[in-house]
């Protein structure tokens, strides 16, 4: 019976996730992951996503980064932010692979992209998403995200999908 509770206990245990800053190597794996996501489940038919073969010069430039997670070198996750200037930023791109999806990987993506912005004295994280998918906007809100009814005027250059339809703040002072 002993041995019932711990094989049981160790299918509950959170994966191990590893968060690493993007390099090329992992170019291909991120593409293939939010290409699927967004097209899989959310229905996108819009395969233009020019910042996925350029991510240093988009993500990785001023106080700006992006970020993957891993499980075994399965590449199961990423987050980004993009720095707006005026110590703001905008986090972009946070997806993880469904079968990671609940336990942990995107917790710990988050916490490595605040880290960063406190590090980087950012004072305020912006980001934008859909209505239609609850979890996502759950997540936000959880973590200390409050909604606003737009992103500031000067950040809408930094928005790549005109489909989003909620925006959240975190202020970091």
Not at 37 to 46: H, P, V, W
Not at 60 to 81: C, H, M, P, R, Y
Not at 136 to 153: D, R, S, V
């Amino acid at each position: 019976m002993n041995e019932a509770i711990n094989r049981e206990n160790l299918s509950e245990q959170e994966p191990e996730v590893k968060i690493e800053t993007y390099s090329n190597e992992h170019k291909e794996e991120v593409i293939k992951l939010i290409s699927g996501i967004l097209e899989e489940e959310y229905g996108s038919k819009d395969k233009n996503r020019p910042d996925l073969e350029n991510i240093p010069d988009v993500y990785q430039k001023d106080n700006g980064n992006f970020w993957v997670a891993l499980n075994s070198e399965k590449l199961i996750g990423t987050v980004a932010i993009i720095d707006c200037g005026e110590k703001r930023g905008l986090l972009k791109r946070m997806y993880v692979d469904k079968e990671f999806r609940g336990k942990g990987a995107a917790a710990k993506l988050l916490e490595t992209l605040l880290e960063f912005a406190k590090s980087k004295e950012y004072k305020q994280i912006f980001l934008e998403t859909v209505k239609s998918q609850p979890a996502p906007n759950k997540f936000y809100t959880k973590n200390g995200f409050k909604e606003i009814k737009a992103l500031p005027k000067e950040l809408e250059k930094f928005q790549f999908s005109k489909l989003n339809d909620i925006f959240y703040e975190l202020d970091l002072e």
